[in-house]
């Protein structure tokens, strides 16, 4: 008999596999096939994993990324997955040679006004992306400021 997938989350105990919101075959403490009410500890495992995260960091666009991989010898990209290859790793080097690779991350977030953006992200207000939660001291952010020429702190975005 094949599993169907349903539509409920996973407790919010156990730690998502991913950055996007996780589900499980049945809903909690119920039998796939029935119909029942949800505890407020149900309700509340719901609202905690279909929660998006915010981070807070420096926006780069996929252009500059781009850019800045065709400046480390990279070809031109011919499909989307060499473009974003290519970006992935003008992100690392970028992190690398400021030296904040190892407490930051690469996500996807996206503006107030609607635009998606790449966030070298040094904070997180979702304890399972491994950031601290709070924005770091300046001399942490410092170098990658100055080269992103960027005039303010990290700022907060939501996850895409």
Known sequence: MKERAYPWPVHAHSPPQSSSPTWCLHPPHSHPLSIS?????DLYEFQHCIRMAKYCGYLVGEKWLLQRGLELGHEAPKTQRDALDI?????????LQTGVYFYTKLRRVKTPKGKYFWCIAFASDDPYQGLPTSRPPEEKYKALKELLQKEV???????S
């Open 37 to 41: 009410f949800y505890s407020y500890t």
């Open 87 to 95: 970006m992935l790793d003008a992100s690392r080097n970028l992190r």
């Open 153 to 159: 702190p990290p700022l907060w975005f939501r996850e």
